[in-house]
């Protein structure tokens, strides 16, 4: 399939493996890319920039495709080493990065110097306007459905799509809801190059995480996200769980008077010990609506390779069906 995304990329196919923390390692980013699409390596999951240029050359160990590294820009009081992770993404080789958070104009000349191709994540349509404007090459746009931070606008995939491509002339991305065949059909019928999968991805064999994590992808339905954090105006989507209920319970009792500080035993360094040690109440991690659709553990191969040939099929025989001879 060509679309300008794969032509920006230089992929075989549509599909784009989102940063995600605690998952995003050389083993999932390597079998995504050799698969036909693009892997991303999440660069804050290593610790420092000399870990990350480590994670880079063991993924050039397991493919010689293109992949990318997730950079996502977070405010804080202690600022993470990002001239540091950015010599290592360009000193890497790597030249695809997806940016995420905060505005990433600062770190733009850098990255653009050395020929690295820039996706922002994006949750709204202003924001990704903001993306193109400062010279972006393409955005990931996140409906409503999506795992992680949706934004505060609410605005589902139906909408935001189609409102983006009557908008921007840079390419983008589906993200939010994605899983199969229907799906990339659906986004590039509303007017995507192509989609970003974060959720569908976990469930796989070479996703890096514990086996708990992948089987409770499979048991959930798309009525087990809840959102978190929205007092705070850092809605997050998570799977519901033990800690997900405290959390709430908390937003409940305290109102427009909680802090961070309240909930830190809830978000707080939780994800190692769910991701590495299944401990599947440990705190609240990141869930997309899109695990109703959730039914299986494939390899990677196998996911891209299904959802390929049923994109096909849709397009060439069942969109075909409808048209009058």
Request: one cysteine or more.
């Amino acid at each position: 399939m060509k679309t300008k995304i794969t032509e920006l990329f230089g992929i075989e196919h549509p599909i784009i493996q989102g940063g995600m923390h605690f998952v995003g390692f050389a083993e999932l980013a390597a079998a995504v890319s050799e698969a036909g699409g693009l892997g991303i390596i999440t660069g804050l999951t290593q610790r420092t920039p000399d870990a990350l240029a480590n994670e880079i050359r063991r993924c050039r160990e397991m493919t010689t495709k293109p992949f990318g590294v997730n950079l996502t820009f977070l405010p804080a009081v202690t600022q993470p080493d990002y001239p540091g992770y950015i010599r290592a993404i360009v000193d890497g080789g790597i030249k695809v990065v997806e940016t995420a958070g905060n505005n990433p104009q600062k770190w733009l000349p850098s990255l653009k110097d050395a020929g690295i191709k820039v996706i922002h994540k994006c949750t709204s349509v202003r924001h990704s306007l903001k993306a193109e404007s400062i010279g972006c090459d393409a955005v990931s746009v996140d409906g409503f459905e999506c795992s992680g931070h949706p934004g505060e606008d609410d605005v589902p995939n139906f909408i935001l799509l189609p409102r983006a491509a009557e908008e921007l002339k840079i390419p983008f991305v589906a993200s939010g809801g994605m899983a199969d065949g229907r799906s990339l059909v659906a986004a590039l019928s509303l007017g995507a190059d192509g989609m970003n999968m974060g959720t569908r991805f976990m469930a796989t064999k070479e996703a890096p995480i514990h086996e708990h994590v992948k089987q409770a992808l499979v048991a959930a339905s798309e009525l087990d996200t809840r959102l978190v954090m929205r007092p705070l105006r850092n809605t997050e989507r998570v799977l519901k769980n033990a800690a997900v209920d405290r959390l709430l319970e908390k937003e409940k009792a305290l109102g427009p008077a909680i802090k961070f500080e309240d909930i830190l035993p809830e978000v707080a360094g939780v994800y190692p010990k769910i991701m590495m040690e299944g401990a599947m109440d440990a705190g609240a991690w990141s869930c997309g609506m899109v695990v109703g659709l959730i039914r299986d553990v494939p390899t990677v191969k196998e996911l891209i390779d299904r959802i390929m040939a049923e994109a096909e099929s849709i397009i060439g025989r069942r969109m075909s069906g409808f048209m009058k001879a």
